[in-house]
């Protein structure tokens, strides 16, 4: 990889107060940091290349202080508005530039759940972490058993006082489905402290631990892209101390609300917009007279009707955004699942659209470039990876039955 040098020093976050001035220079600073070629250098290097690549790109972000900008300014972050975070999406969006998705629990997960139910000490000892030496977290809520009904779950966690007089939680069970779990150092988990309550939301806690804790082992889990991106966790007599307990015990479910929320909010407002720029260039492609294929009335046609759905998907997020401007924690608001499933079965089709439009050539196995998102023109990959959009962060089935159930009000 060529990586750009430049004797200029960016600081876009000292034109905050003018968003055209922040926008120019952040794509000034991605014109001079990202190389032209990282792309094709990571192509074909597996997950080693991904991951050196990820932890390169984080300190390059931290660098103009771009990777937590979003974060309060007591926790080393400078409360970036929500207007400027999306224009820096954008920027990164038209050239394409990676995302830190390796940081993805570390950057966005663990400090919407600490800033709204973390203690100052716990604050400081695990966000510090991230920020100073790019330490990495994954979330450990899904189970065998517990995927989209995510209250069912079965990892029990025990209060016990050992003979020194110190108390931990004694955890047992499996995980799975831990995002970049393999390369994590923390674990952001839940488990059942109380086995009686009287609803399975309650009797659930919220605890962080990190992954090299003895009786911890983690697997990975090999998809059908051929990808690891997940691992699966398995709990035997694990001991958390109790100051690793976020909140009170019993009322993990609430706090898992905040984690999921990010999940299913800002993060795919940068994914959102991709995709439409995607079809903005494959729009203009054509219009210059660059594709064969648009003459083809029915494929001219397919395509269309997805646009107007890039379109839809993009002005329902403007929505969501505008709904966080004015309410941060947006409450019970159905949007955000509502962008989910819309982006999740857009992105769907959109694969399975160029799948089928460029025949037999786009079934031909090509090297991959992990990590770099779902519309990468490797189409068959593209196509086998869209489909975890559609389960991630609650199926869209279990989530069209829950807005059908406490939006529309229809009965089970």
Request: glycine residues 8%; contains cysteine; proline residues 5%.
């Amino acid at each position: 990889m060529t990586v750009a040098t430049t004797e200029r020093r960016f600081e876009p976050l000292a034109k905050l107060g003018d968003t055209e001035a922040f926008r120019a220079e952040v794509r000034a600073w991605l014109a001079a940091t990202l190389p032209a070629d990282w792309l094709a250098t990571i192509t074909g290097g597996g997950e080693q290349a991904y991951v050196d690549f990820q932890r390169w790109w984080f300190r390059e972000l931290m660098k103009v202080g771009l990777a937590t900008a979003h974060w309060p300014k007591a926790w080393g972050g400078e409360e970036l508005p929500l207007e400027y975070q999306v224009v820096m999406n954008e920027e990164f969006g038209k050239v394409r530039a990676p995302r830190p998705l390796l940081y993805t629990v570390s950057l966005y997960h663990l400090p919407a759940t600490l800033f709204a139910h973390g203690t100052p000490e716990q604050r400081d000892r695990f966000l510090t972490g991230v920020r100073e030496r790019g330490e990495l977290w994954c979330q450990g809520f899904s189970e065998p058993g517990a995927g989209s009904d995510l209250a069912s779950l079965r990892t029990r966690a025990e209060r016990k006082v050992k003979p020194d007089g110190s108390v931990v939680y004694v955890v047992n069970g499996q995980k799975v489905w831990s995002s970049f779990g393999m390369h994590a150092d923390y674990y952001m988990l839940l488990a059942r402290t109380d086995p009686d309550a009287p609803k399975k939301q309650a009797g659930i806690s919220f605890f962080l631990l990190p992954m090299d804790t003895p009786g911890l082992i983690r697997r990975p889990i090999r998809q059908i892209n051929g990808d690891a991106e997940f691992c699966e966790v398995f709990l035997d007599d694990v001991e958390i101390p109790a100051e690793n307990l976020i909140g009170r015990e019993n009322e993990g479910w609430a706090i898992a609300q905040s984690t999921l929320s990010a999940e299913r909010g800002l993060i795919i407002v940068d994914q959102a917009q991709r995709m439409q720029f995607v079809l903005e260039g494959v729009l203009a492609d054509a219009r210059g007279g660059k594709l064969a294929w648009w003459r083809d009335v029915d494929l001219r046609r397919q395509f269309l009707r997805l646009y107007a759905q890039a379109v839809a998907v993009r002005a329902l997020v403007d929505r969501m955004i505008d709904e966080i401007v004015h309410n941060p924690h947006m409450g019970t608001s159905p949007t955000p699942t509502l962008v989910k499933l819309s982006y999740s079965e857009l992105l769907r089709r959109y694969t399975t659209f160029t799948l089928k439009r460029d025949g037999l050539a786009a079934q031909v196995a090509r090297p991959k470039a992990l990590g770099a998102g779902k519309l990468t023109e490797n189409h068959m990959d593209d196509y086998l990876s869209a489909y975890s959009w559609t389960i991630s962060g609650g199926t869209n089935e279990v989530l069209k039955n829950v807005l059908a159930e406490r939006v529309l009000g229809l009965p089970r």
